[in-house]
């Protein structure tokens, strides 16, 4: 079991950064591979980057690939998101996510998540 605790969301201005962290509990951080997902008010939730246990793959979705970086730091239990150019179709609840098994190296679909987080909000503005 691991809990996921999400910081670092807030209002920003349109081409600015916000960096999010996601905190996490319990033993084997190392062993799940995490993620990042959003969701806009009326929208399904969709995948935004993901990250290998051994933080050596990474993927991004077409819309944030080249602004958002995602890393880890397995010594602390932590996972990041940095988030630069910000756009205003940025704005969403974001989501820290973590799959235990072993059948992929990455997230791409919310249907391998076993833990999320509660969220944090980023708002941009135009």
């Known amino acids: 079991q691991v809990q996921l605790v999400e910081s670092g969301g807030g209002l920003v201005q349109a081409g600015g950064s916000l960096r999010l962290s996601c905190a996490a509990s319990g033993r084997a951080f190392s062993s799940y591979a995490m993620a990042w997902f959003r969701q806009a008010p009326g929208k399904e939730r969709e995948f935004v980057a993901t990250?290998?246990?051994?933080?050596?793959?990474?993927y991004y979705a077409a819309s944030v690939k080249g602004r958002f970086t995602i890393s880890r730091d397995n010594a602390k239990n932590m996972a990041y998101l940095q988030m630069n150019s910000l756009k205003p179709e940025d704005t969403a609840v974001y989501f820290c996510?973590?799959?235990?098994?072993?059948?992929?190296?990455?997230?791409?679909?919310?249907?391998?998540?076993?833990?999320w987080g509660q969220g944090t909000q980023v708002t941009v503005s135009s």
């Open positions: 996510a973590a799959d235990r098994s072993f059948q992929s190296s990455v997230i791409l679909s919310t249907t391998q998540v076993d833990y």
């Open positions: 990250i290998s246990r051994s933080d050596s793959s990474t």
